[in-house]
């Protein structure tokens, strides 16, 4: 839990922040079914909050079956995998596990799809959006989304740092699976300085289908990210 200050620009309620954090870090093994977590007034120390704020958060677990609250004991794991959470898509996490997600929108426009990506939803048009993203604010990845014209415009004014909440809560949709293909890959030419170590460098690679309600893709997405600074985990049930 390293650095785990949640940031406080972002549009995600701070206490789902939290919740999101602790979430990652069960998940990527630094707490096991059974452990117990460090006291409330430590855990809101280390996070910068009030424990009113902390209770919140770990209600928002204990919601999602993550963690069980035993009156004057403290909070347990109650299942060590990352379940249901605002992330639980989200696969790239810091070498040590975990790490809070945050994404800084470089570029969002509505145009034709071009021909070079794969098929996916029923319109000839997309929502571009290109973003920088940042694990408990490291850079450690850009990554280019198409989100299908049929699927509604992107009000850039509402988004958050999770997409898939967006559509949600902003466009009434839900994305529920996902392919993912991993590779290597140099950076795009319009990636930040800020992740971009020399121009020959091989970066991790992630090329995403999304399915929502539908029976075709609703989304596509690329993710370019620094093998230094992230890796691409995929924990099986």
């Not at 004991?73 to 997600?101: D, I, K, M, T, W």
């Not at 969002?108 to 794969?118: F, W």
């Not at 290109?130 to 408990?136: D, P, T």
Request: glycine share 8%; aromatic share 8%; with cysteine.
């Amino acid at each position: 839990m390293d650095d785990a200050t949640p940031a406080r620009s972002s549009p995600i309620p701070l206490y789902l922040q939290i919740s999101e954090s602790l979430n990652r870090d069960i998940a990527a093994g630094r707490y096991s079914a059974g452990d117990r977590l460090p006291p409330e007034r430590e855990l809101a120390r280390l996070f910068g909050t009030t424990v009113r704020t902390l209770r919140k958060s770990l209600s928002e677990l204990e919601r999602l079956g993550m963690l069980e609250r035993r009156q004057g004991s403290g909070n347990y794991v109650r299942n060590a995998e990352q379940s249901g959470g605002v992330y639980s898509l989200f696969r790239l996490e810091l070498p040590s596990g975990g790490g809070l997600p945050t994404a800084q929108i470089l570029d969002i426009r509505e145009m034709t799809k071009p021909a070079s990506l794969p098929e996916f939803g029923q319109s000839h048009r997309a929502t571009r959006i290109r973003r920088l993203r940042c694990l408990n604010q490291i850079a450690v990845a850009v990554e280019e989304i198409w989100l299908d014209g049929n699927a509604g415009g992107i009000d850039v004014s509402q988004l958050t740092d999770s997409l898939y909440r967006h559509y949600q809560q902003r466009l009434g949709f839900w994305i529920h699976r996902a392919e993912d293909r991993v590779s290597v890959a140099k950076l795009p030419s319009w990636s930040p300085r800020s992740i971009r170590p020399g121009s020959d460098a091989a970066f991790g690679f992630i090329e995403r289908l999304s399915w929502a309600q539908d029976t075709v893709p609703v989304e596509f997405s690329r993710t370019w990210f620094d093998p230094e600074k992230a890796r691409y985990v995929q924990r099986l049930k």
